[in-house]
């Protein structure tokens, strides 16, 4: 176990009020709550990988802060970092989908909420910085506001300062962002690629956000061509990522690549039954930031990246759930029979 | 969307009681309940694409009837046309199967409900009429006694007289109708396709009710030899219906057919995952009546219909809840990741 | 503890399908359900008192049937003379009071229940009374049609015959004789009460049911004018039952009488706040005819009775499930702390 | 009943995310939600008592609004008046208190509520005045923003010259108006009280939002001073509301008084044990209403009004749920025993 | 339907704790309990075929002792022979895994438990054997600790000096054992195995718990030549048992073998969805028992185990809950349309 | 707000399985579960008020140990002190009484805990010792055994030797000291008062634990007589306690005292409803350590430690959640609306 390396993770805290089964909102009448969001999801896994894993984010000071914290230490996470404030978290509503219908998010809040509302003067970037080894931002957060995209870069420039590693996830949602996301988006994201050292991004990042140009038409050789040009521009140390294939009957398709001094490599192609999708990329996220951290070899990396993100599948919530030893076993034992 | 096009349902309302999850009535302690009813499922299906949609049914004067009558407001059916009186709901228990374990239905009280105890003068036939474009009538009322028979056809007629369109589906439940139930159905049946413009049957209708000879043994050929005979026999503008396979590990495979103008449409076979697969059949009607009236091409409707109806096994409940653009959607988009 | 004695008790399982919490029909969308009657109650009861206790009944042969046979067994009622047939149990639904807002009780279904249409040679009532030291009947299966009162009161009829004791519960519902309810009624009860040698019943049922004559207006006076003269008319050896006055702020007042030997015995008056007030007459009984058959004191009996009544208030579900020694325990300690 | 009068509300769709039990926010793991608000409440009561009644307000055109819609209409509300646009909804998540621990309510993104961000262009005053004969308005609405409060206004001037009736409920709220609430909130309020006929106010708003002196102590003293300067001031026909006095205990003892015609009526003092006391001023307001458009005498009005504020506080939710003949007999009957 | 043979079946009640849906127990708040057992499973699913079942074990005499009975009882079985003594009862923790993430279960408490407490005078096998005629033991019994092992295996002495017959389930469960647990176990599986007539084991048994050699490596091969050899040596009559294979996607094959009379028979390799695995083991030995006692054909009676195996991975909870028709009818239609 | 004061509690974590709502383990099928202990509910609480405060117990190595450990630190406890060892935890089952039915706790597996099976070396003392400024004890660990009596009580020493303050709760449990058990306890309860420099305790504890003799038979008249005496003879120096009594209709009284510097303080008898009674008296001692560290009047400190045991009583749990202020509030505001 890789332990007394601090890990922060910078982000908002969601509230998920899911849907229970496979009703809809307008069919239901009881939603279950957690709480949940790339920091929360990829600190989580690192504190239960056995590091020091700090969340830092504004919450609400009241009753809904203090459920959120709660369940924050819950997930192994100090609040110690945690600024209250505000009055709301951002929500999304989630209606579980089945088979050819799609699961459904309905965000409401989110602009409102007390991380997204943090004054100019609410992180002390220094001092955070003095207490963190390896920080860990997403490119959801980019999205949000100016305000919340200084504090982000910020905190970036001030943990890369002061010698720590910075991990960015591109983790680029269409919806957040609008109308010519990808030409509103791309300023920020150089920014943050040019602080990072380990970035999950693929070549779909590199083509839409970054606008880097191929002829390639093939997946595979798109990544192949463009992922090494983009570790080279922007002085990336680690590239990872995951392709994804949706299948029917509710099984996904799924493998990681790592790209590192200037050489690829790959996880097995998981294809696995899917309970709860979401977070999943979180879940490759620690894994890549575990090997890294605790010096696996490339392809061990990747590998344990991607059980870690296919268990997370087969997990109920955002946060992945599954301990080291577990993921271990999932990377050789596909199908069990019962564990007594 | 096609609006003011009136359409309303006749048929009675049922209180599905379902044990939840996979437990059987001796092991679990609580029942999850909503009401629903081929009229409800069709009506509902039709509100939800834009038409005013009537209910035409008899509930109790007492809390089972409120609570029905809510229910049907929330599927956006009117309740104008219903009416109260009698003590008492159709009921059925529903214990879920699993793979191969099929699901299991056990009725309680319907012969007593208020919808099959109306009495004599319960329905003004002619101003019901007066206030409807499209009617539909199901089988399984045909099955019930003289009375509710009696309340069907004059309906029927009534609408068909002052210039609206009949809907009928065939719908046979062998378990309704007893010994000898083919035989003692196929009057009834006769009358009401006589009445009726688009009507939901198949092959099996055709020889097993109408008692139809053929030497065909595939079902195709049967279909085809059969459909146009009994649209010629009883001029029937429109049948359509479809055949469902059922797979092992929890999958349905199904298509839908459209005879019309003398000519065959097919959609393409469907093979999906089934959560729910009561009601389905009434959400493929209802794609082909709102196919019908917003005079799409025969192939368009019977391709959104067979979407309609694979989509409503995705669905918690009898009632199929999925939008228009959903089914348009999942007309082309077989297997989605999550919609955000 | 007093063996070996075979109670039995004739009556319907009713299916108790209660709203959660206190929401009412039209708010919730799930239901608790359990199965219960007068006869379910007073058997489980006694045989928790230690005896030998079977219900007599005819139980739908499906799944509904077998999930009432389940619950009995697990009550400790043995299912021997349960005869299995028809389709339909009887059916309440429960949408609890609270303070201001009584509770509400909507049947379905009952007329139609297997035990109301069970044949004329559904029971053997010969073999039946050979197996029977005591049997218990309730005035409500009186209310339900002719076959059952037939049923009833050749089965009372051949236990006293062979030399068995016969308990009748009085429980007149004026809801389910309808309109001149007491007229109708009162040749049945007659019948019952010369067979009957422990019979509950209270100065009500003494003015109204048997019509007997009165110049009295408190109820104690009436009491105890009117009940010796019952005992002595219908030649019955112990008459019981209560006094109830219902408070405000969720507290009921009972007090217990007991008339034997030409003397009455009366319990205290007992205040206490109610849970779940259906079924604790049956609680009484059953202390009543624990009471009797292990030759307790009057007073005795009286007291237990009511305490069991008591306890019965504070208990979820119909059938009452407290202890002989929780009973004994509650008869001198009013309110206890938690017992570890 | 009194039918084809046209009542609709103004005002905002909350969601309600209730804690279920006794939990904290950060104890618990699942949420009921409905959906209520001032005129949900008033408007569903109205529809119950037979009036057509519909709400005017703005729903996200995204799963939640759909599911507000669903939840409107089985309420008996029309939502045909009802603006789909923006994309969330406020919301209130309760934790319940219970004896001497109070319950809370934390607030949640109302500012950015679908209902107050409309644009100014959202309604059209003329045509919805034209299908209302009663419109009811809340003073929480103007608690707002300066945007809905014009929308209020030019409403409520609106249904007042083409001479329908306006029924204000004061109902002040300090935490909305912060600091210096009430000088904010006095022109507003004057403006309202000014359009409106029928108006819910006690001698708390006469002092504290108006600004009227008063040399009297005494509660009492104070209404009976201070109500008929208001009605006189503002050109009110009907002033009422209600004292409330909250016991130990888990109960409540509320009062209701009705000025009209310069007299007062009372009724009478009502103790009850409280399950759920949000939304029981809208079930007086209702009274209210139902009393004066059924010409009910002053005193009935009020006796009529308070036992349906009485019965609100023990039904589950915000929305009033008894009948008209529920409160009736609760007029009359204090604590009664089940209702088979 | 096979009636009056007397089964008993020796074992511990274990209470199941099972964490609903797919949650982990750092998750969730709330469990579902249910209370099984090889001999509960086995015992339970003989009485629904019609046999006389009793249960000879000892449960706590509190609460938890009570829940139990009354749940031996709910699944048809006799708790004549259940002893109450102790305070506390096996327990396990279920958390359903899903997929990738095999089911994991943790048991806590059962040395403790009032039946692996029992003392050494807590049966009298002469009395038991006299009421039996056919009893079943399971090896986990064997693993608990010296004093169970003598009760058992006097039983089993006592049943088979009575005439009567002794089944025994070899059911090694590594974890209980320890280290050397083979070693440990061998003594004790021989000197039942010399008892029994009827043996659920397979080649992995004879193999590694009673070190019989082979040279085979493939597993038909070794049953085929080392189950012949187990049974000539031990004078087995009939040996019985399953070949499992977890497959991907939540499906397992099985097939069944029978040997006796020195043939072998074997079921049809059945693959199936899985829902629940626990206790499917149960099913195959019930069913086995039954063709036995039925005096089924050979290879009838392993497809009917088979089949009930099958089932019993299709239905909640440990406990087969299939009818003999519903378990025939499976035998012939692997996937069903609903039932109604 | 006093910070940085390291308070440490230790005790056995249970884990507590409740039957929801008023139902018997023999009715339901599910239990809530959540993770007490006089350790945790006081080490909670005062984590709330601001203190550092951390557990120290063992819990087991595997799925319940890890919820145990997620719920401490949900909680606000540290768990950097817990030891993970052994498999089981305590547990015990709740049955919720209602009015005069008292609930029940049933306890299962507590001698086999992680806890009660610490090895000899299993903590560290001094070093624990080292990070402590004031450690909490209760009586009820004295009652397990000789291994963590020796434990608890060298913990105790070796904070006392450095320093620190113990604080000790006599919680004497007839039940599990078994016959003779004051007897038994005794001498361990002398050896802890002589190292507690905060003890909860009354005149009972002074009478039938210590032996001490009085005339008085006046429960107040012992109190002052008796706990001058002992704290006199045990160098205590703050002595605290309460006196409860059970009412009808689900209310209690309580009063508390405090007794140092030779004089008495008492704050007013409150009555209050009473939800959830386990765990109050933590929440009054965690209340009397909190006025001592933050140096309260005396009167003051009884007066919150009163408060905050009522609010304790209302509160779901064993845990008391209620936060310095909510206790302030709840001093001075008896009964409160709403907070919105």
Chains 1, 2, 3, 4, 5, 6 share one sequence.
Request: aromatic residues 8%; charged residues 20%.
């Amino acid at each position: 176990m890789v332990k007394h390396v601090r890990v922060a993770a910078f982000g908002e805290v969601m509230m998920r009020l899911q849907v229970p089964g496979y009703q809809l909102l307008s069919q239901a009448g009881s939603l279950d709550y957690s709480f949940s969001g790339t920091g929360v999801n990829v600190g989580s896994a690192l504190a239960s990988f056995g590091y020091d894993a700090s969340l830092i984010t504004r919450l609400p000071g009241n009753a809904l802060g203090d459920a959120a914290a709660a369940s924050l230490r819950k997930l192994g996470l100090s609040t110690a970092d945690v600024i209250r404030g505000g009055s709301s978290l951002g929500m999304y509503f989630l209606e579980s989908g089945f088979g050819a219908r799609p699961s459904r998010v309905t965000y409401a809040g989110r602009q409102a909420s007390s991380f997204n509302t943090a004054p100019d003067d609410a992180y002390d970037y220094a001092m955070l910085a003095a207490g963190i080894d390896v920080v860990h931002f997403c490119g959801i957060t980019l999205a949000m506001n100016d305000a919340v995209r200084r504090h982000m870069l910020e905190l970036a420039a001030a943990v890369k300062a002061k010698g720590g590693t910075v991990v960015f996830d591109c983790n680029y949602r269409p919806g957040h962002w609008g109308e010519d996301g990808y030409t509103k988006a791309k300023p920020y994201y150089e920014r943050m690629l040019r602080l990072a050292d380990i970035v999950m991004m693929n070549e779909r990042d590199a083509m839409c956000i970054l606008g880097m140009p191929t002829t390639k038409t093939d997946r595979l050789e798109q990544l192949t061509e463009l992922i090494p040009q983009a570790a080279c521009r922007f002085g990336i140390a680690v590239i990872a990522g995951t392709h994804r294939t949706i299948n029917s009957g509710n099984t996904h398709t799924l493998q990681g690549f790592l790209y590192k001094h200037e050489a690829f490599s790959f996880s097995d192609q998981l294809t696995f039954a899917v309970y709860d999708r979401i977070g999943a990329g979180d879940a490759f996220a620690s894994g890549i930031i575990h090997g890294e951290l605790a010096s696996f070899e490339a392809e061990r990396t990747v590998r344990f990246a991607a059980a870690a993100a296919m268990l997370a599948h087969t997990v109920a919530g955002d946060t992945p759930m599954s301990s080291e030893n577990e993921i271990l076993h999932a990377m050789t034992n596909a199908n069990g029979d019962v564990i007594r």
